[in-house]
Every structure is written in structure tokens, then in C-alpha cells.
């Protein structure tokens, strides 16, 4: 648990935001108007249970959550998401176009996220249940995939510089990858990945089958300081410019920036709002 000179007493200023994964769950507490105010802690869950019943027993165990926010966030870390560009979205399609993509499931709910700056649509899944403990306890929630706001993010990042650009978030049982040309959005998509090998065949591919340059365009790293440290070290020789996303560098007028344990998709949401 990080804990930040948080006033719960001025809870009604503050956004909370939440993230939920099969992991474990975390989430954090700021003032948007600035300040010291910031709180962040984890939860872990019991992977033997379903996620409704773990985010039910997350609900009614952790009293930080019994406050009135200004705004709430609920970022959803799952691989059952689809992005479609905006000029071919309608909303009543949203079903149909995800399904498309992806295996049909029982007792989930299709949501969306619209991403002005990248102009794309992610449509992502949630199951029923969880969705309705969330909205009961949260009514003003906004919902999101963790990829929308690395997203949006990126796209203004890609825009820095001539050259194009892939990002790769690192989670412990995952891999979030992101492609940039001439600063437009080519490729999201997600890995269960655990090993560095794993990693690197699924970046050195993704490289390959885009078109990259090996010389001249940038892989951009993410997420678990070890983790992002050793596939670097393992890429060099196949791509000459590799850089690591620094929060503190990244983030420096954020409060959140000197705390490393931080999810980088909550991190990138707070610095798009």
C-alpha cells in the first residue's frame, strides 16, 4: 500500500480509479486539481473463484471504497477486446463487430470506448455480474479496457519525432503491444506470455510482419522494471533504438511518477484526462 497524505474527509474532490484483472485487483486515489493527495493500494484475489465473487468480496472488504468520489474509473485488464476504426462504428453494431473477432461468451456485457485522438473504438467485455456489483456500488462509473488509455497515450507519443514506433506494456502473465505509423494506430493486441523468449519472438515477429525498420524506428518499453530491463538487454542486437518509458520522466507532473508499483494503463489514464 502506498499512502500519500490522502484526506478522505475531501473524498468528494478526488478520483478514484479502479483496476480489476484475473491477478489481482489494485486501485488508486487522487486530487485532480493537483497536490500531495494520492493513495494506491492492491488487493489480491482468489483465482479459484469467479471474478464477481472476488470483486463482490473486494467491495464489501475495503472501507477506502465507501466514500463519495468526484469520479470514478473502472479499467478492465482482459485480452477479450477488438478495435474498430471510428468512421465504421455504430453503437447498436457494437455485439455484432465484436463477436466477429472474438468467441461468443455467456453472461457478459459489450462495452465501448471512443478515442478521440487515436480516432478508433475499442469494444471490450465485461461479465454481467461483475458489471452490476460495480454499477450499484458505483452508479457515474466510466468504464474501460486497460489498452484504451495506453492508446490514446501512445498515439501522442508516436507523434514525437519522424520515425514509427511499437510499444510493448510488460505484465506478469501478459504482453500489450501497440503499433504506430506516421503517428496512426496499426496494431493492438495482447500475449499470454510469461518467458523473455516468449516475449521476444512475439516482438521480433510483430517487427517483422508490420514492416519496421530496424535501423532507423523504436520499440518502446513498459510495465515490470526487471522484466523490461533483460528483453531490452536480449533485443539490442536485432533493434538499434530501444527505450524504456520512465514514469518519472514521463509522468513529472504527476504525483503518481514516483510510484514505480503502479500500473502503467491507471498511470496513462490519469495523465489523458
Known amino acids: 500500500m ?16 479502479i483496476r480489476l484483472s484475473t491477478d489481482g485487483f489494485s486501485f488508486s486515489i487522487y486530487n485532480p486539481l493537483g497536490g500531495s493527495d494520492f493513495y494506491f493500494r492492491s488487493y489480491a484475489v482468489n483465482t479459484q473463484r469467479s471474478m ?47 463477436y466477429q473477432n472474438l468467441p461468443k461468451q455467456n453472461n457478459e456485457l459489450i462495452l465501448c470506448n471512443v478515442l478521440g485522438k487515436s480516432n478508433v473504438v475499442i469494444l471490450f467485455s465485461i461479465d454481467k455480474l461483475t458489471h452490476l456489483y460495480l454499477s450499484e456500488k458505483f452508479p457515474d462509473a466510466r468504464f474501460f479496457s486497460t489498452v484504451s488509455p495506453q492508446i490514446e497515450y501512445f498515439c501522442t507519443r508516436s507523434k514525437k519525432g519522424n520515425n514509427d514506433k511499437l ?13 504506430f505509423i506516421k503517428g496512426r494506430l496499426q496494431l493492438v493486441n495482447s500475449y499470454s506470455v510469461t518467458t523473455r523468449e516468449d516475449r521476444c519472438y512475439y516482438l521480433l515477429n510483430i ?6 525498420d530496424q535501423e532507423t524506428d523504436e520499440l518502446h518499453l513498459t510495465g515490470m522494471p526487471e522484466q523490461r530491463n533483460q528483453l531490452m538487454d536480449a533485443l539490442k542486437r536485432y533493434i538499434r533504438h530501444i527505450f524504456i518509458i520512465n514514469p518519472q520522466a514521463d509522468f513529472n507532473e504527476s504525483h503518481t511518477s514516483r510510484i514505480e508499483e503502479i500500473p502503467f494503463d491507471i498511470q496513462s489514464l490519469l495523465i489523458c484526462e
Open 207 to 212: 517487427w517483422k510482419q508490420v514492416g519496421f
Open 167 to 179: 510499444f510493448a506494456n510488460l505484465h506478469n502473465n501478459s504482453m500489450d503491444v501497440f503499433g
Open 52 to 98: 464477481a465473487a472476488n470483486v463482490k468480496s473486494f467491495l464489501a472488504e475495503t472501507d477506502e471504497l465507501n466514500h463519495s468520489f468526484k469520479q470514478t474509473n473502472i479499467l478492465i485488464h482482459t485480452s477479450r477486446y477488438t478495435p474498430v476504426p471510428l468512421e465504421f462504428f455504430e453503437d447498436e453494431q457494437s455485439e455484432t463487430l465484436f
Open 2 to 17: 502506498t499512502n500519500e497524505n490522502i484526506d478522505f474527509t475531501k473524498s468528494e474532490q478526488y478520483t478514484l480509479s
